[in-house]
């Protein structure tokens, strides 16, 4: 394929939270840079994943899920969505299938009115859905709101995934390579690190935690072994639930640590030696520039 006919361009993933953005990307890229959890509002800054092929570049641009914002941490989510919208060839609406439309759906179609870039509605979670209810639900969206195509995928299982990247590629124009072929992802190791963390804590701590928890990667470096050696601290807002993250005996770090350790080895191809500490940083997600420290670019505050 000549280089006149390579296809490039970046595609915004927008939904509520919980509809299965990160799943969706990650299956894209067949490998994990957006954590997943059950818990609401996982995914905070808008991550990149790259695919290529011998013709076509896609930049996908994970958004945090659509909420109403209660602080600081949450007004630069959303605005990290909103920005979004403005910077890319195409969006990807994406919903639970499974459910029925609500306030958030209704919320992001009033965002999309004014847009002209191509939509997509992605109807998610298939698998879970009889076909005649998965009907009823397109024509409820598209009653909403012109959408330039409708896909139905199972992110989960992969099913109609392949279609959905043709239907994209359709709406691309013709342009650069922006990463090179192999590159996954335009985030640093650290953050990916960081957020992987922050998933396994997610996952084993009660609901009152999650939001609570920030990780920082203070250091990553490879050993003569070829070990590489992490330090990470996962802050939370108060002392009572560094209790809880520590666990009876350091038993819940510990399983945060050994969880996260699989899927950072996975990542890094190495063997990992990981260590964590828990700190009380009061109130962190109203303070911007610790939310900075994080990793959360200024550029999208």
Do not use: C
């Not at 939904?15 to 990307?25: A, D, I, Q, Y």
């Not at 059950?38 to 808008?46: A, E, I, L, S, V």
């Not at 190791?189 to 920082?216: D, M």
């Not at 899927?263 to 303070?287: A, C, H, P, S, T």
């Amino acid at each position: 394929m000549s280089e006149d006919n390579f296809k490039s361009g970046f595609i915004s993933i927008i939904g509520r939270p919980n509809v299965g953005k990160s799943t969706f990307m990650n299956k894209v890229l067949g490998q994990k840079i957006a954590i997943m959890s059950d818990k609401p509002q996982t995914t905070r800054n808008k991550v990149q994943g790259v695919y290529t092929t011998e013709d076509t570049q896609m930049i996908f641009i994970d958004t945090p899920g659509i909420h109403k914002p209660k602080h600081h941490l949450g007004e630069h989510m959303m605005k990290v969505a909103r920005n979004t919208l403005k910077e890319t060839e195409v969006i990807l609406f994406i919903i639970n299938a499974a459910e029925e439309i609500g306030r958030g759906d209704e919320y992001i179609i009033d965002m999309l009115k004014n847009t002209r870039t191509p939509i997509i509605l992605v109807l998610n979670k298939i698998d879970l859905v009889h076909p005649d209810d998965l009907l009823k639900q397109i024509d409820v969206y598209k009653d909403k709101l012109e959408f330039s195509d409708v896909v139905p995928i199972s992110a989960l299982q992969g099913n109609n995934v392949e279609t959905l990247l043709e239907v994209i590629g359709n709406y691309l124009p013709e342009g650069p390579m922006y990463y090179p072929k192999d590159r996954v992802t335009d985030h640093p190791e650290h953050f990916i690190v960081s957020e992987l963390i922050r998933e396994k804590a997610l996952h084993l701590t009660s609901q009152e935690i999650p939001h609570a928890i920030g990780v920082e990667v203070e250091k990553m470096k490879a050993d003569k072994g070829d070990k590489i050696h992490v330090q990470a601290v996962i802050y939370v807002e108060r002392d009572s639930q560094k209790g809880m993250v520590i666990g009876k005996g350091g038993k819940m770090l510990k399983e945060i640590g050994k969880l996260a350790r699989t899927d950072i080895e996975n990542l890094l191809g190495n063997k990992v030696y990981l260590e964590l500490w828990v700190k009380v940083q009061k109130d962190w997600r109203n303070k911007s520039n610790f939310i900075r420290s994080l990793g959360y670019k200024d550029d999208e505050y």
